[in-house]
Every structure is written in structure tokens, then in C-alpha cells.
């Protein structure tokens, strides 16, 4: 089982770091196509959008697998509450309910990085105990 958690929270941290990328790239991708044939410098083509949401659906998974085998529960919470964020950032870029500012979607994309990182450390075998 600890091979399974080291896994979840090397493949959650490298999505989230990749995520996070994705977020800073955007930007400098594609402000000098969008502003100069829209005049929008917030159009970015719909197949980009769409890493977004794989990135999400990754980060479940690993975020998932993680609090499963997870022994804190102050860890626990802090995977859940990071992803519900991130989702809700996401979805909200998508759908747009709310205004909220585009950097807001670092917040939860470093706590997961910070998260997987703090709980692989955490997860080693010690003796006879493992996570899980």
C-alpha cells in the first residue's frame, strides 16, 4: 500500500506542478494571438481549456488515493478542501458564475504540490508500520 500512496502523491504533485505551468504559460501563449486578431486578450482556443479539466480529473484520482491511504486527518481535510478548490476555480473559468481573479487558481494548485510532497515524506515505512 505504500507503494501505491508514494504513486498517488508523486503523480498529484507532478499534475499539480504541471497544472500550475499550464496556468503561467496561458498567458504569454497567447496574449499576442488573442489581442492581435480579437482585440480580447482572454480568448485562448478551446482545446487548451480543455487541459484544465484533465488536470482536475488527474488530481482527483491522486488526490483521492492519497486521502484513502492517508493516516492524518488534518492532511486529509487540507487534500480535500485544496481540490474543492482547485475544481471550483476551474469550473468557474469555465462556466463563469463568479468574478474572480485568474491567480486565484495558484492557491490550490501549490497547497496540492505542497500536500503530495508533505505526504510522501510522511508516508515512509518505519518498521513494521506503513501507511494505510
Known amino acids: 500500500m505504500n507503494s501505491l500512496t508514494l504513486k498517488s502523491d508523486f ?3 507532478l499534475t499539480s506542478f504541471l497544472c500550475l505551468l499550464h496556468c503561467i504559460a496561458t498567458p504569454f501563449l497567447f496574449i ?5 486578431t480579437s482585440g480580447c486578450c482572454e480568448a485562448s482556443p478551446v482545446w487548451w481549456k480543455q487541459f484544465d479539466l484533465l488536470f482536475v480529473f488527474i488530481s482527483f ?3 483521492y ?3 484513502k491511504l492517508s493516516k492524518k486527518q488534518l492532511i486529509q481535510s487540507l487534500f480535500a478542501i485544496s481540490w474543492l478548490g482547485l475544481f471550483f476555480i476551474v469550473l468557474n ?8 481573479h485568474e491567480n486565484l487558481i495558484f492557491v490550490p494548485s501549490i497547497s ?3 500536500l503530495h510532497i508533505y505526504n510522501k515524506r510522511d508516508c515512509r515505512c518505519s518498521g513494521k508500520t506503513c501507511c494505510g
Request: hydrophobic fraction near 55%.
Open 11 to 13: 503523480l498529484g504533485a
Open 93 to 100: 473559468e469555465q462556466l463563469q458564475f463568479i468574478s474572480l
Open 65 to 67: 488515493r492519497s486521502i
Open 61 to 63: 484520482i491522486a488526490v
Open 32 to 36: 499576442v494571438d488573442s489581442c492581435n
Open 112 to 114: 496540492l504540490i505542497v
